[in-house]
């Protein structure tokens, strides 16, 4: 490797250099929910990560929010082709989560309050690259944006990032979630404008 100077931050963010193919900026937060927004008490909230065993790792939202925290501020991309840079979140990241997980399974069907699933590999959940986030913007994440916690995957087209996160089934045998199922692909990869299956 060559020299490498002091405080090099990688691609230097002038206008337009963070924006995926195909995507434009949007400075607001729109809202986009395939159903009614479902209302999650506290009390009754919890998190499970069920792996390809049938072993079951459960949260409620005290032993959630004991976890150690991360503040990720990250740029999201829709596939209907807004993005939004910058985004501010408090939440644990999925290496605190799948932590004490045994597992070797490949894939991640991950699913919400409300019904929705969404289909990824594992490897996308891992390595700083995903959290269950339950603020935004300095406040709690409001129920339409997916509180009281959503996933985050933000290196993946959003529909990845399911509001009202319930849980996450291993899988040994990729299985499509809501928008998988209806031809959207099954890793979402902006900057490869994997929109739809075959892309
Ligand atoms: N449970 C659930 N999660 C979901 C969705 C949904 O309909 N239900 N929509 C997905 C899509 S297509 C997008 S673009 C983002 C939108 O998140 P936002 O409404 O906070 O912008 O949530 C994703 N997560
Ligand atoms: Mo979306």
Not at 162 to 178: H, M, P, S, Y
Request: with cysteine.
């Amino acid at each position: 490797m060559g020299i490498v100077s002091p405080g090099f931050q990688g691609r230097p963010r002038s206008a337009g250099s963070d924006l995926p193919p195909g995507q434009y900026l949007t400075e607001d937060f729109p809202v986009l929910s395939a159903g009614p927004t479902p209302r999650v008490p506290l009390e009754t909230w919890e998190f499970t990560i069920t792996t390809e065993a049938g072993v079951e790792h459960r949260w409620d939202w005290p032993a959630f929010r004991a976890l150690p925290g991360e503040s990720p501020t990250v740029d999201i991309h829709c596939v209907t082709q807004w993005s939004k840079l910058g985004t501010c979140w408090e939440g644990v990241s999925l290496d605190v989560l799948l932590g004490d997980v045994d597992t070797a399974a490949e894939y991640a069907l991950v699913h919400s309050y409300g019904g929705y699933t969404t289909n990824l590999p594992l490897t996308d959940l891992l390595d700083g690259q995903a959290w269950v986030v339950h603020r935004y913007d300095g406040a709690a994440l409001e129920p339409e944006h997916g509180g009281p916690a959503r996933l985050l995957v933000p290196h993946l087209y959003f529909w990845k990032s399911a509001k009202w996160v319930r849980g996450i089934r291993l899988l040994e045998r990729d299985e499509q979630g809501f928008w998988e199922a209806g031809g959207y692909h099954d890793r979402g990869d902006p900057w490869l404008e994997q929109r739809y299956q075959g892309d």
